[in-house]
Nanobody, 119 residues
């Protein structure tokens, strides 16, 4: 399984970016798709996830500004980021997860795309 992320870049505070991530190879559907980020010197954190049933989960600091969506037919997940702030600067990683028996799960990660919010 490969995940390929697109859409990072340099944006001014208050601006918008849209990230996309397409999964390919071997998996018909993913139970959860989402985005994580890691800023310099910090741990990776969950930004937003969306499960196949339509349940969302967002990092508190991005609620109302970021919107996650997915196209299950294409195994693609999107992250629309509005009203970007300096503190949103990070490498963003897409994730796709498949739950298995006995509480196990497989996690797949994209290569990361850099988002820099700067004036």
């Amino acid at each position: 399984v490969q995940l390929q992320a697109f859409g990072g870049g340099l944006v001014q505070p208050g601006g918008s970016l849209r990230l996309s991530c397409a999964a390919s190879g071997g998996i018909f559907s993913f139970d959860v798709m989402g985005w994580y980020r890691q800023a310099p010197g910090k741990q990776r954190e969950l930004v937003a996830t969306l499960n196949i049933g339509g349940t969302f989960d967002y990092l508190d600091s991005v609620k109302g500004r970021f919107t996650i969506s997915r196209d299950n037919a294409k195994n693609t997940v999107y992250l629309q980021m509005n009203s970007l702030k300096h503190e949103d600067t990070a490498v963003y990683y897409c994730n796709a997860r498949v739950y298995k028996s006995w509480g196990l799960r497989d996690d797949y990660w994209g290569q990361g795309t850099l988002v820099t919010v700067s004036s």
